[in-house]
C-alpha cells in the first residue's frame, strides 16, 4: 500500500498508524502525530480504494452505507499490510496505537473488531460502527480514544454511543470527548487526544 514511514526519536514510544478521511492522502495527519506523540515512529498509509478519485480504505454502496464485503477484504489486507511493515522498518507490531479520521477511524475500528492484538490503543475521530453482528476479540486493556460532535451528520451521537457500548463490552478502555463541530476535526479535538495519549502512553507510561 502507498505509505509513509518515519522512524521515531524514541523507539519504546508506540509506532503510529495514521489513517485519513475520505478524499485524503498519507500526508493529511502527519501534523497530528507531531501533536500527539512527536518522539514516535510514524506509519501512515494510503487508502487502496479510490471513489470518483478520492482516496479511502473500503467501498461504500452510499453516504454511511458500507460495502461490507470489500470492507472485511479490505482490512484483511490493511493488516498485512501492517504486519509486512514492521518486518521491513523493523519496529514492534505489537507497540501500534492508531489514529484515524472519518473513513480512517472508521477502518481502524474494523482492524479492532476482526484481530486480537492489532493495535494497543487507538485514537479515533468522528468513527462510526464500522459493522454488526460480529464477535469482537477481547480488548481488555485496550484504551480508545473517540473524539464525537454533538451535532455531526455523519457520525451522529447515537451511533457513537453504540460503538463505544461494543468496545467497551469487549473489554476496552473507552474515552469519549465531544465536540459541537459536526464532521470536521478541530485544534481541540486534537488537544484533547493528545492529553488523552500522554495519560495513557507518555514516558512514565511506558
Ligand atoms: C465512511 O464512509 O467511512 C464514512 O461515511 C465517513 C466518510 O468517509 O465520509
Avoid at 521491513?88 to 477502518?107: C, K, M, P, T
Avoid at 487507538?122 to 477481547?138: C, K, N, Q, T, W
Wanted: hydrophobic share 40%.
Amino acid at each position: 500500500m502507498k505509505h509513509i514511514y518515519k522512524p521515531g526519536r524514541r523507539s519504546d514510544a508506540p509506532v503510529l498508524l495514521l489513517l485519513h478521511g475520505t478524499g485524503g492522502t498519507e500526508h493529511d495527519l502527519l501534523s497530528l502525530a507531531d501533536a500527539i506523540s512527536p518522539e514516535s515512529a510514524v506509519l501512515s498509509v494510503r487508502g487502496n480504494v479510490l471513489e470518483n478519485g478520492m482516496p479511502r480504505y473500503f467501498r461504500r454502496l452510499a453516504e454511511g452505507v458500507f460495502d461490507i464485503e470489500d470492507l472485511i477484504f479490505r482490512t484483511g489486507e490493511l493488516n498485512d499490510f501492517i504486519d509486512e511493515a514492521a518486518v521491513q522498518y523493523g519496529f514492534d507490531r505489537r507497540n501500534l496505537v492508531a489514529i484515524g479520521y472519518s473513513n480512517g477511524a472508521n477502518i481502524a475500528g474494523s482492524l479492532l473488531f476482526h484481530y486480537e492484538n492489532s493495535m494497543k490503543g487507538a485514537i479515533l475521530h468522528h468513527p462510526m460502527v464500522p459493522l454488526r453482528g460480529v464477535e469482537i476479540p477481547d480488548l481488555s486493556g485496550v484504551p480508545i480514544f473517540i473524539g464525537a460532535g454533538e451535532n455531526d451528520p455523519i457520525c451522529v451521537p447515537q451511533e457513537t454511543e453504540e460503538l463505544a457500548g461494543l468496545l467497551k463490552g469487549a473489554g476496552a478502555d473507552v474515552a469519549i470527548h465531544w465536540e459541537r463541530f459536526g464532521h470536521r476535526l478541530t485544534g481541540t479535538e486534537v488537544n484533547a487526544a493528545a492529553a488523552w495519549f500522554q495519560g495513557r502512553f507518555g514516558s512514565s507510561q511506558t
